[in-house]
């Protein structure tokens, strides 16, 4: 066990501060706003194709999050069993998701409003995260650098996808 003295001195430690004070917020804000962002610009572009396509999309956003909803209000017991999940695998499929996320831009529209069902259940998992685990935040961090490790991974591997018109 450290000295206590060295947990002080690594609490005053520029890189602990740096990561705790910027990197963390960053990633608990942009995660989720990027993923914000894109829902507006679908549901946007499909009202300017028609009044239909934009109750459509908006509809697909909606539905991840009131089944969250649902599950938040009646089903807390499997929500807090969000606990008992591994961290690595929590981080390895969050990461999966953002990757797939990026990919799922670059598919062309198929009628059904796909890419804000994605999205709005992406930003679902953060929510849930954040829910389910509000006495562990370092554990719902995890969600959030999972998925934006796979969206910024996606951007340097493949470039940002070229948005479908």
């Not at 804000?116 to 562990?136: D, T, Y």
């Amino acid at each position: 066990m450290l000295p206590q003295h060295a947990d002080v001195k690594e609490q005053e430690n520029w890189g602990t501060i740096a990561i705790t004070r910027v990197i963390y917020p960053i990633a608990f804000v942009a995660t989720p706003g990027f993923l914000l962002v894109l829902m507006v610009f679908f549901i946007s572009r499909a009202f300017s194709n028609s009044l239909g396509a934009g109750v459509r999309s908006f509809s697909a956003v909606l539905l991840p999050l009131m089944v969250l909803g649902l599950m938040r209000t009646f089903q807390r017991d499997r929500l807090r069993r969000a606990e008992r999940f591994n961290n690595t695998l929590v981080f390895s499929l969050t990461l999966l998701v953002g990757i797939l996320v990026m990919e799922l831009l670059t598919i062309a529209p198929t009628g059904v409003p796909l890419a804000e069902l994605v999205l709005s259940g992406s930003f679902s998992v953060l929510l849930f995260s954040h829910a389910a685990l509000p006495q562990n935040k370092d554990k719902a961090m995890f969600y959030y650098f999972g998925m934006i490790l796979g969206f910024l991974s996606y951007v340097v591997v493949l470039g940002f996808p070229s948005l479908p018109r």
